[in-house]
Nanobody, 126 residues
Framework: QVQLVESGGGLVQAGDSLRLSCAAS????????MGWFRQASGKEREFVAAISRSGGTTGYADSVKGRFTNSRDNAKNTLYLQLNILKPEDTAVYYC???????????????????WGRGTQVTVSS
């Protein structure tokens, strides 16, 4: 059983930055591709970013490309998402997720992921 705990969310102003972390336990972190998703109030959950097991492959939603950076530290069992130039439309609960299929890529579909954290709230004021 893999446990994922997100942290680092908060209330910021437009243009500010945040760094989200996702601490993993209960499994071998380097075996899992990892993803970030977000869900705004009243909207469906959407893909944000993903990273392969080694960290060599990353993928981003068009809405965050160039502003967000996904990275991982396999020695620390931790996933990171650096959020820069935040916009009010980035306001959402951000979730990390683990794909335990031993694939080589960075999946973008939520149903590819097996374990999910409880999320951390990011609120961006204008």
């Amino acid at each position: 059983q893999v446990q994922l705990v997100e942290s680092g969310g908060g209330l910021v102003q437009a243009g500010d930055s945040l760094r989200l972390s996702c601490a993993a336990s209960g499994g071998t972190f380097s075996n899992y591709a990892m993803g970030w998703f977000r869900q705004a109030s009243g909207k469906e959950r959407e893909f944000v970013a993903a990273i392969s097991r080694s960290g060599g492959t990353t993928g981003y939603a068009d809405s965050v490309k160039g502003r967000f950076t996904n990275s991982r530290d396999n020695a620390k069992n931790t996933l990171y998402l650096q959020l820069n130039i935040l916009k009010p439309e980035d306001t959402a609960v951000y979730y990390c997720a683990a794909d335990c299929s031993y694939g080589q890529g960075a999946p973008r579909r939520s149903y590819d992921y097996d374990y999910w954290g409880r999320g951390t709230q990011v609120t961006v004021s204008s």
